[in-house]
């Protein structure tokens, strides 16, 4: 599975953002995929993941991020809302073939190339 990330950019607080993860390959018909972020000096975490109509997000991004997806262009989406500076980071798509949710990195064999979000105050 290869996995194309994009849509990162500079906005200022308040403002969104949408990220696109396109897969291509063996996909499967229930790819399960996530996202992650990794800021500058820190180890990469979870954000949000979905499994066929499930999805989980981690605690600081519930009711501002909403993670989507477009089965038949296999794309999943980030909708980033309200962002703050602390959001900052390289966003990263991953995939794995396994259902359920999954928001350990050590899950997913499969990793898409880093897009920047930079949040300005």
């Known amino acids: 599975v290869q996995l194309q990330a994009s849509g990162g950019g500079l906005v200022q607080a308040g403002g969104s953002l949408r990220l696109s993860c396109a897969a291509s390959?063996?996909?499967?018909?229930?790819?399960?995929m996530g996202w992650f972020r990794q800021a500058s000096g820190k180890e990469r975490e979870f954000v949000a993941c979905?499994?066929?109509?499930?999805?989980y997000y981690t605690d600081s991004v519930k009711g501002r991020y909403t993670i989507s997806r477009h089965s038949a262009k296999n794309t999943v989406y980030l909708q980033m809302n309200s962002l703050k500076p602390e959001d900052s980071a390289t966003y990263y798509c991953?995939?794995?073939?396994?259902?359920?949710?999954?928001?350990?990195?050590?899950?997913?064999?499969?990793w898409g190339q880093g897009t920047q979000v930079t949040v300005s105050s």
């Open positions: 991953a995939a794995r073939h396994t259902a359920g949710i999954a928001t350990n990195t050590k899950l997913y064999p499969y």
């Open positions: 390959g063996d996909t499967g018909s229930n790819l399960g």
């Open positions: 979905i499994s066929g109509g499930t999805t």
